[in-house]
C-alpha cells in the first residue's frame, strides 16, 4: 500500500541518514507513528502545520513510501476529522518493525517553506 507521511526538517535529516530507508524512534512524547493514506491530507499537515512549528524547523516535507499490505493488516485505519484525513496508528515502540515492511526507499513528494 502507498503511503504519505508529513515530517519536519529534522526528522526529514534523520530519514536521509538512513539512505531514506527508514523512519526514525518517536520521540518520548509521541505516542504513535503516524502514517497517512491520502496525499492531500500529508499535504495540508507539512503545508499548514510544520511550516509554522519551530520544531519542525518552519519546514514541511511530503513523503511517500510503500508498505507491506499484509503487515498493515495488524492495524485499524484511522479517521481524525475529515473523511479523507485517515491514518494507520502505529504504537511508537514499533518502529524498527514498520521500517522493515517498507518496500523500496521512501520519496520526498513535495517541500514547503
Do not use: C
Not at 504519505?4 to 505516542?31: M, N, T
Not at 495488524?74 to 518502529?95: F, L
Amino acid at each position: 500500500m502507498k503511503l504519505y507521511r508529513p515530517v519536519g526538517q529534522k526528522e526529514f535529516d534523520l530519514i536521509a541518514e538512513s539512505g531514506y530507508k527508514e523512519f526514525p524512534p518517536r520521540l518520548k512524547w509521541q505516542p504513535i507513528f503516524y502514517p497517512v493514506l491520502d496525499k492531500a491530507y500529508a499535504r495540508q499537515i507539512a503545508s499548514e502545520w510544520n511550516v509554522k512549528d519551530e520544531f519542525s524547523g518552519y519546514v514541511g516535507y511530503v513523503l511517500e513510501f510503500e508498505v507491506d499490505d499484509e503487515y498493515l493488516k495488524r492495524y485499524d485505519i484511522q479517521t481524525v476529522g475529515a473523511s479523507h484525513h485517515q491514518e494507520y496508528w502505529i504504537p511508537a515502540e514499533k518502529p524498527a518493525e514498520f521500517n522493515r515492511h517498507i518496500i523500496g526507499l521512501i520519496k520526498t513528494v513535495e517541500k514547503f517553506v
